[in-house]
């Protein structure tokens, strides 16, 4: 039976299958199956049906509310609030607060992949989870560092479910569950073959989208299966779509006008006319005048002079992504008799992306390796009688042959397969659970690269002419500078043009074995649980980039100059692979004290073998239930956390840079410290050094704790709501230290500011390295110059979040006239500090935009019409402020125009009619009033994504007309 007025509220607004729950059951596969079964008429069995096994918890239970906050979106809900994929789904959640890369990135590291962040935690503080299995992670890495997950590759029409659990869960679930889990439930069992056809469009343009799914159940004696396939095809958004990106910012703090797409400047000159300037094209840019489109022309920039430049020139780069998309579900079961079944899932996924960036990072320049390292000028003895230059080519689309034929591209493989044995032990009331599962990722990314030797070689030999020697540093060319202002063919380019092709791919093998008893003895409260859990199993990663990426070449620019560069312009990558075994146990333990009283405690150790090192981690958890009365429940839990280093923080591969670094050691000798840094001699700092950056096998697990405290009440019939307080203290974070980071701390450690004998100032000590010969001055003995720093990873950063979430659910019948369901979700972030290393005092998030451009606080609400054949949903969702650019950029709020930007009201709805009892008809709108992000006028002209791009989106209004058809159902 159900306990509870609290359970009844709840489970009354899941049967409409709208409102978000505050707990859902996930039930075992066995228990979705119940059609497919043949139970045994005795009371072990008839006992069993009262309980689920709910998310956030191993052992099966009558109570669906318990110590951890739960969430549940169902495939019914997801799209009647508008919701194309699980991606967003889950994105526009309220605790989904966290700024996030993704597909309008179009320069990041991982534009095909999608994901979140709970509460403003890094992306890989998350559990995924597939029917309670884990994810196998994204073989790219997020902000080109880290592995994590991608949740791109979930098909929608296969989705049962999805639970959210906020807060750490590695008791139970291991690794990544600090910020919380998220478990996406699949579908087991469908009444009828369905089809289902569904096409989208923008009320803008671009982004069409196609989508077609089948799937259908059967049986044969004791065998079941569910077969499901999903195509999905969508075209992209080009900037060119959206009035927003189109061009430049024409209401930020300067004037928007077109950037310098064909330039020669003259930052110094002897000649003071044209010191400063640009020099102007003789021929007023004609030669030009048909790039883009016919819009390029001359433009004058106040202070500098005139140039070349179009207005359209923002319209080249894409929003959304170019995608097709096939994915194949299968779930299966064998009754080999009424205490044992066999199952079998495989969910597999391909798919095809493409993107660009536009004129971003399609150009040339003399800040390429003609000028070595002169910061982008070379000198030109006969302008002026002397004079330094910078030269600049956006390549438009008539010299390109059309931006998207040069779409970056990615293709992805993805499988999981689960194959396992669960039962009864004869007539006992212990369950069983052995499952193996492997999943697998392979990724092929082609992106569009300039051939250093090529494109320098083209501008050699039709602009710069040889090199002449140098002069004060500087390389010295006589340039054509009328060529400047020629058009390449479309040949000429393709002959230094062309695809780098990168490989990466993840797997990961996992053997479970868990036993369960739920009626293990009896207690005041009822019966006591218990399950264990023991696992096994392996994970690894690879990243294989093009050979090309990580070589060298000499150019020869005439007269013995050489320069060695990267072989492809402005490129390069880093490679990596590794792999680690792993092993753990999990008890948990479900203790009802007495009625309204209820413990849950667990506890679980992890070991990770990284080659001949073994790394452990311990977790545990205790969770209180309180109901005083029927209607209320008084939750909290305490516990700890952990997330194992990524492969990629392990694995990654040497790679070596040079830069320049303050030597706050020796100037500190020399009494300059503080305000009187910059005073320091020239010749002691800023020093150059060769960097290196490499995988660290030796960092240790990130660790936290975790606590959480609620209320559920139910005052009413069908009426539930909720409050619940988060807390985490996360220490030992992995963080990449930078060079002046070290810097600073080797000086405080000779100073005894920090104790020298601490690892702090061992990992200073050790990572840096100097050269023996030391100056004197001033009759100060200095150390030798620093040559070497390893800016690796270490577990140095720390992280504090206070957090609330709330929500609300509630159904009413009005008669003829139907059923309503309202539902509202909340949540707001109290606190968030984070301190990148021990010598640096921690920064409040909340309040240093520099740092954190997240949502304070998300919240959204649903109303449901429900009557016959008739539905309807209305979603308002809200994001609260965020930091504009001016605040971003100064890292506070006291800067002229820094401020919040108000909040962003986005409104779904859809409508759906089911004229015959087998057909259902639905009208799915998202951004239904067309909403734009809030207008921030303190960026600059020269902009043309005057908004947040990882808060933010202008993609505008979509609709989506969805036919859904089940075989055999009648009229």
């Not at 660290?696 to 405290?709: C, D, E, H, R």
């Amino acid at each position: 039976m159900i306990k509870s007025k609290i359970t009844m509220a709840i489970v009354a607004a899941l049967a409409l299958g709208y409102g978000t729950a505050y707990a859902q059951s996930a039930p075992s596969d066995g228990s979705q199956q119940g059609s497919d079964q043949q139970p045994a008429p005795d009371v072990k069995n008839a006992k069993k049906l009262q309980a689920v096994t709910v998310t956030g918890s191993l052992i099966p239970q009558s109570q669906i509310e318990t110590a951890t906050p739960i969430i549940t979106i169902t495939a019914d809900e997801m799209k009647a609030k508008g919701f194309t994929t699980v991606a967003e789904a889950l994105q526009q959640s309220s605790f989904a607060t966290g700024s996030v890369q993704g597909m309008q990135d179009t320069n990041s590291f991982t534009t095909g992949a999608e994901t979140l962040s709970m509460f403003g935690l890094p992306v890989g503080f998350v559990k995924y989870l597939i029917d309670g299995r884990p994810m196998g992670n994204f073989p790219g890495l997020y902000n080109g560092s880290d592995t994590f997950n991608s949740l791109s590759g979930i098909p929608m029409d296969m989705v049962d479910h999805i639970d959210i659990l906020p807060g750490g869960q590695s008791s139970l679930y291991g690794s990544d569950a600090i910020a919380g889990v998220i478990n996406i439930v699949l579908k087991k069992h469908i009444d009828a073959p369905t089809i289902d056809v569904r096409y989208g469009w923008y009320k803008d343009g671009g982004g069409a989208n196609r989508r077609i799914s089948f799937a259908d159940s059967f049986s044969a004696g004791k065998f079941n299966s569910l077969v499901g396939l999903q195509f999905d095809s969508t075209q992209p958004i080009w900037t060119k779509d959206r009035s927003f990106t189109k061009g430049y910012f024409q209401q930020g703090t300067s004037p928007g006008i077109p950037l310098r797409d064909t330039l020669v400047y003259v930052p110094f000159s002897y000649d003071s006319t044209i010191s400063g300037m640009y020099l102007s094209d003789p021929n007023h840019c004609q030669n030009i005048s048909q790039f883009w489109g016919g819009t390029t022309s001359e433009h004058n920039r106040p202070g500098h002079g005139l140039y070349c430049g179009s207005p359209d020139t923002p319209g080249a780069g894409t929003l959304t992504l170019d995608s097709k998309s096939a994915s194949l579900y299968t779930h299966n079961t064998f009754d080999v008799n009424d205490d044992l079944q066999l199952y079998g899932d495989l969910l597999y996924n391909y798919s095809e992306k493409k993107w660009e960036n536009g004129p971003n990072t399609t150009w040339w320049g003399t800040a390429g390796p003609s000028a070595g390292s002169s910061g982008g000028y070379f000198w030109d003895p006969t302008l002026g009688g002397g004079s330094l230059v910078d030269l600049q080519h956006s390549f438009a689309p008539e010299e390109v042959g059309g931006y998207q034929h040069i779409m970056n591209k990615q293709y992805e493989n993805a499988y999981m397969l689960t194959l396992g044995a669960r039962g009864t032990f004869g007539q006992s009331n212990w369950d069983y659970d052995l499952g193996f599962t492997h999943s697998d990722d392979h990724l092929r990314e082609l992106d569009f690269q300039r051939v250093a030797a090529g494109v320098e070689g083209y501008y050699s030999s039709h602009v710069l002419g040889p090199q002449q020697g140098t002069y004060s540093g500087y390389p010295v060319f006589t340039p054509n500078y009328a060529a400047m202002w020629n058009p390449i063919s479309q040949a000429d380019f393709k002959s230094f043009t062309g695809y780098s092709n990168s490989f990466a791919k993840t797997w990961d093998n996992l053997l479970r074995g868990q036993l369960t008893n739920a009626s293990l003895f009896h207690l005041p409260g009822g019966d006591a649980g218990i399950a264990m859990v023991v696992e096994g199993g392996n994970e690894g990663w690879s990243s294989t980039p093009d050979p090309r990426l990580l070589e060298d070449v000499t150019i020869d620019y005439g007269n013995g100059n050489t320069v060695t560069t990267p072989y492809f312009w402005g490129t390069s990558a880093t490679p990596g692979a590794g792999h680690r075994s792993r092993a753990a146990a999990t008890v948990e333990l479900k203790l009802p004290v007495f009625s309204q009283l209820t413990a849950d405690l667990s506890g679980r150790y992890d070991n990770y073998k990284v080659g001949n090192q073994n790394v452990g981690a311990g977790t545990y958890n205790l969770g209180l239930e309180y109901r005083p009365f029927e209607s209320l429940l008084l939750r909290g839990r305490y516990g700890t956390a952990f997330k194992v280093p990524t492969l990629s923080d392990e694995f990654q591969l040497p790679s070596g840079y040079y830069n320049t670094v303050t030597d706050y050691l020796n100037c500190g000798r020399l009494n300059f410290t503080g305000p009187t840094l910059v005073n320091c001699p020239q010749n002691v700092s800023p020093t150059q050094y060769n960097g290196e950056t490499y995988g660290n096998p030796a960092l240790q697990p990130i660790k936290a704790k975790v606590w959480s405290y609620g209320v559920v009440w139910a005052p009413i019939e069908n009426m539930s709501m909720s409050v619940d307080y988060l807390h985490w203290s996360i220490n030992n974070e992995v963080a990449q230290l930078s060079a002046d980071t070290l810097s600073r701390t080797e000086y405080l450690c000779d100073i005894g500011t920090i104790d020298p004998s601490t690892q702090t100032c061992k990992n200073a000590f050790d990572l840096i390295t100097r050269g023996t010969a030391g100056k004197i001055i001033n009759g100060v003995q200095l150390l030798g110059p620093i040559t070497h720093i390893v800016t690796t990873k270490l577990n140095v950063a720390n992280e504090q979040v206070n957090a609330i979430t709330a929500h609300f659910s509630y159904g009413h019948d009005i008669g003829s006239l139907g059923r309503l369901v309202l539902g509202m979700s909340y949540s707001d972030m109290l606190k968030h500090e984070y301190q990148d290393y021990v010598i640096d005092p921690p920064v409040d998030l909340l309040r240093h935009p520099n740092y954190s451009t997240d949502f304070k606080s998300k919240g959204n609400a649903s109303l449901t019409w429900l009557k016959g054949e008739w539905s309807a949903t209305v979603l308002a969702n809200r994001f609260g402020r965020s930091p504009n650019y001016a605040a971003y950029a100064s890292d506070g709020y006291t800067a002229k125009g820094a401020a919040k930007l108000p909040g962003w009201i986005r409104w779904n709805g859809s409508v759906t009619y089911n004229p015959i009892k087998s057909l259902g008809l639905s009208l799915q709108v998202t951004n239904l009033f067309n909403k734009m992000p809030p207008v921030d006028h303190t960026y600059p002209g020269t902009t043309s994504l005057p908004y947040n791009t990882d808060n933010y989106n202008v993609y505008g209004r979509a609709m989506y007309l969805e036919a859904n058809y089940k075989f055999g159902q009648g009229s």
